[in-house]
């Protein structure tokens, strides 16, 4: 699903894209932003929870996924610094360009989504413990759950950061399909870990995508689907 639709906004999620009203939308954001306060922020506490489940799953297991929790999970790998530090550290520079591109509201929810998910994988493995976990219901489970989470972030108009901030505006100044463009940069993640993850847990990983990006696809469909 690498479509970006004009009106709004598009997140990336591993190879895919999806679409997320914002504040250049007025119409659009009028329809997706009438949540209370508190609903907003009971959506931002469990979407993350969620994703940072299914995070803590593919860790576990050594799986890894794209975008920039792709690059966090390959620096962990190769290095083993703390994910949730990498990751929160990775999102930083696309704050100014998502706050240029997408307006204050989407840009503050997600630092908040992006902060709360780095404490959660870091949290999560203190209060809850694995003894066994099959790879294959690591990659469908977390990737189920990491879709879930996103899920609920998107209809609350936040996200998880990510490369697709820049990648809309090289579409706009440059004229570069933004959806291409993603699926070359998650497909580089790929390679790149080739060098410190075995192939097999690669192709588990794809499974995971596979997991996640379904569950936005049948979910997330803007003209079926709206947020009430």
């Known amino acids: 699903m690498n ?80 994910f949730s530090l990498v990751f929160f ?15 204050g509201v989407f840009t503050g929810k997600t630092l908040a989504a992006v902060s709360l998910m780095a404490l959660f994988a870091e949290a999560l493995p203190h209060w809850l413990g694995i003894a066994t976990l099959a790879t294959p219901f690591a990659a469908i489970m977390g990737g189920l759950l990491a879709g879930t989470g996103m899920l609920i972030l998107f209809r609350h108009r936040a ?25 070359a940069l998650d497909v580089s993640i790929v390679l790149v870990s080739l060098a410190f993850v075995p192939w097999q847990q690669i192709a588990w990983s794809v499974l995971g995508a596979l997991a996640m990006n379904l569950t936005l696809a049948i979910n997330h469909r803007p003209g079926r689907y709206m947020a009430v």
């Open 3 to 82: 479509a970006t639709p004009e009106p709004s906004v598009a997140h990336s999620t591993g190879s895919s894209t999806v679409s997320v009203a914002t504040d250049a939308n007025p119409n659009g954001a009028q329809r997706l932003n009438n949540h209370p306060y508190h609903e907003d922020v009971l959506a931002l506490l469990a979407g993350t929870l969620f994703v940072a489940l299914g995070v803590v799953l593919f860790r576990h297991a050594g799986l890894l996924t794209g975008g920039t929790a792709g690059i966090a999970f390959l620096l962990h790998y190769a290095t083993g610094w703390n």
């Open 89 to 103: 550290a990775i999102n930083l520079p696309f704050y100014g360009l998502a706050l240029y591109r997408m307006g």
């Open 159 to 183: 996200s998880l950061g990510g490369f697709n901030v820049l990648v809309l505006y090289l579409q706009e100044t440059r004229g570069w399909r933004a959806g291409h463009l993603q699926l």
